[in-house]
């Protein structure tokens, strides 16, 4: 986002059924716990996490914030990450904020997993 240090992936419309991003994230081995990097990655040790933002992009190109959420690198099970730092693998996560009716989920319904190829 111009402006901000915040990195930001494609935008989706609001309205779209679904949205998909791919960004990498290293991850470091520490003594007692992990640690994980990267452009996309925000907040210091105790609060790594993957950001995603709703709001409005004005004809001169600036965003409005309307509502974010944070995925939380640190609540990832460790034997998890280890499966996906895997050669080739990858650790997914999709997150659901509204249920088939459309209606909101609190808490979203998040979800990750390891694919290996």
Do not use: C, N
């Amino acid at each position: 986002m111009p402006g901000h240090p915040w990195r930001a992936t494609e935008p989706v419309p609001g309205d779209a059924r679904s949205a998909r991003w791919e960004v990498e994230v290293t991850v470091l081995r520490g003594p007692d716990s992990l640690d994980f990097g990267g452009p996309f990655v925000r907040g210091d040790r105790t609060d790594r996490h993957l950001g995603i933002a709703w709001g409005d992009v004005s004809a001169d190109g600036t965003f409005r914030l309307i509502r974010g959420s944070k995925l939380k690198l640190a609540d990832v099970d460790p034997a998890l990450v280890a499966e996906a730092m895997r050669p080739g693998s990858r650790l997914v996560a999709r997150i659901r904020y509204t249920d088939a009716e459309g209606q909101l989920i609190r808490p979203a319904d998040l979800t990750w997993w390891a694919v290996r190829p």
